[in-house]
């Protein structure tokens, strides 16, 4: 393996390798094959920049779908979480606050510790579970104690003032609980697991109307009413909503369980809420809902309810995916067309922590 940085081919979300995806869905193995070969013609980052959906983990997450993940991409991937588990102890450490990237699911330890759950064997599974469930634990920042997850630096990139929780699947809390709970449910446990799922559950529970919260929010005796805002997959309530039903199913609470199913219901069934999804996209349109959908329905013990919603996203995906500008995974063609189909064989969807 070759430890280099390259352009976005190798990139699961809108490069070659989302495009792979697709075909190896589709059993069109000889496609996917070109694609890869694009996707690693310049080498395969094991870089900082290596996670989930750029270079070797992402790399290792398509090949095993179609059971072609070899020794020595594994072992790159290792060296990868080895290397971001180090830089997270040396910050914990230094008892500075985290950032996103150290953590969330696109860049950082839940997406590494989701593609760690899809093996059958994966003796770093345990530290990166463990690192997760001490996001759980509080923290001292800016003369104050937070939590462990806040970081000084805003969604953007750029500093922000007193610095913010974020709560969405793809960047926020909601990711950590996901892969938490999908890990319990899958009988990889660490000790304080437990803990951690009712801990980012409760928070959600109190601030998950917000993309994300700020101090301010802290300071308030109830959270300010969140203004109208899309729901998606990466980000609001629907996304939350499945984190959710996992942590029910996790914590063998049917309460937690029957709200987030609740709550999902409620939002794809309201016109006002529904009219602020502009595109098709997995990310933050039609299909990312459509498969969320689907995955709450199969978990639930009344999966009737949701066939209108899965029927009335079906239909608008159907319509609209083929005016989507790009060709890739997250926002994309390719990932439109995976919602599309009602199987889910190869497992895909534990990219965007659905199973």
């Not at 290596?50 to 779908?65: I, K, M, N, Q, T």
């Not at 699911?105 to 997760?132: C, F, K, M, N, W």
């Not at 949701?306 to 989507?324: G, I, M, N, S, Y």
């Amino acid at each position: 393996m070759t430890t280099t940085t390259v352009p976005r081919t190798q990139d699961l979300s809108e490069g070659a390798l989302g495009m792979a995806l697709l075909n190896i869905e589709r059993h069109d193995l000889s496609t996917a094959r070109r694609h890869l070969s694009q996707a690693t013609a310049h080498g395969v980052s094991t870089g900082s920049n290596a996670s989930l959906f750029h270079g070797a983990p992402a790399l290792e997450f398509v090949l095993a779908r179609a059971h072609g993940a070899g020794d020595d991409v594994r072992a790159a991937v290792d060296r990868v979480v080895d290397a971001r588990l180090a830089a997270a102890q040396r910050r914990q450490a230094a008892g500075a606050l985290p950032g996103l990237a150290e953590w969330d699911l696109i860049r950082g330890l839940t997406g590494l510790a989701a593609l760690l759950l899809s093996r059958p064997a994966a003796p770093r599974l345990p530290d990166v579970l463990s690192h997760l469930v001490a996001l759980a634990h509080r923290i001292r920042g800016g003369g104050r104690t937070l939590p462990g997850w806040w970081s000084a630096v805003g969604p953007d990139g750029e500093a922000m003032a007193g610095g913010h929780g974020n709560n969405g699947m793809a960047h926020g809390i909601a990711g950590p609980l996901a892969v938490l709970s999908l890990a319990q449910l899958e009988g990889a446990s660490v000790p304080g697991q437990e803990q951690a799922i009712s801990t980012f559950a409760t928070w959600l529970d109190r601030h998950g109307d917000h993309y994300w919260s700020t101090t301010a929010h802290l300071d308030a005796d109830q959270p300010p009413e969140a203004e109208p805002a899309r729901q998606s997959w990466c980000y609001g309530q629907t996304g939350i909503a499945r984190a959710q039903q996992l942590a029910g199913l996790a914590l063998d609470d049917p309460n937690r369980r029957q709200t987030a199913e609740n709550t999902l219901a409620s939002v794809l069934t309201d016109p006002l809420q529904l009219a602020r999804i502009t595109d098709s996209t997995l990310c933050h349109g039609w299909a990312g809902l459509l498969v969320l959908t689907r995955v709450v329905a199969a978990d639930s013990p009344d999966p009737a309810r949701f066939t209108p919603v899965v029927q009335d996203l079906h239909r608008r995906l159907a319509a609209t995916w083929e005016h989507l500008p790009k060709p890739g995974f997250l926002e994309g063609r390719a990932g439109a067309q995976l919602a599309l189909r009602s199987a889910d064989p190869s497992g895909w969807t534990r990219a965007l922590l659905l199973t």
